[in-house]
């Protein structure tokens, strides 16, 4: 079961930026399995995972905003190609995503853009004396202007969507490792 909350967990990094953001959430979702899967597994199933319908709106989005000078996805390689040699770096580009910062448990990604910076953080914690872990998902968006408000009106609701997707994908994939 997928919940979601508004609070960012006290032990993600995000919770402890001094950066003040505009708009943040978390959905998180316990993995039942006895496979205590790594960061860098986890993060794969991430940028893997997800409805694909997405995918279509992000090609809409590329058109619309490359209009204005934003980043785009379009010069992005294959993903899979992506996840086969990524080292996991913090400054290593992962798809859509760069990788801020990377620890045993919780990986930052994010993009600094005109228009808005955010950042995602992945987090596996212990849920339970059962073998279990909860994974959450936290967004946080610093809008730098107002073409990022205009801009992130529509996004708002389609975000939400498109993590609680992901996470419920990731989720069943974890639990068939």
């Known amino acids: 079961m997928i919940t979601s909350r508004t609070q960012i967990p006290e032990s993600s990094q995000l919770s402890k930026s001094k ?8 959905f998180e979702g316990v993995i039942s399995t006895n496979h205590n899967p790594r960061i860098t597994e986890i993060v794969k199933l991430f940028l893997s995972s997800g409805p694909k ?16 000078g934003l980043k785009t996805s379009d010069q992005l ?13 913090p400054g290593e580009q992962l798809g859509i995503f760069k990788l801020q910062s990377i620890s045993t448990n919780e ?24 073998n279990k872990n909860k994974l959450s998902i936290s967004t946080a968006v610093k809008l730098n202007n107002l073409f990022g408000r205009i801009y992130f009106l529509p996004v708002k609701p389609i975000h939400r969507l498109i993590v609680k997707a992901t996470l419920k994908d990731m989720i069943r994939k974890c639990n068939n490792i």
């Open 19 to 26: 950066i003040v953001f505009n708009y943040t959430d978390c």
């Open 53 to 68: 319908w997405a995918d279509n709106l992000m090609a809409i989005r590329d058109k619309v905003v490359g209009i204005f």
């Open 77 to 89: 390689t294959n993903q899979q190609q992506i996840l086969d040699n990524a080292k996991f770096e």
């Open 107 to 130: 990986v930052i990604l994010g993009e600094d853009d005109k228009h808005l910076n955010f950042k995602v953080s992945i987090l596996v914690e212990p849920y339970s004396a059962l």
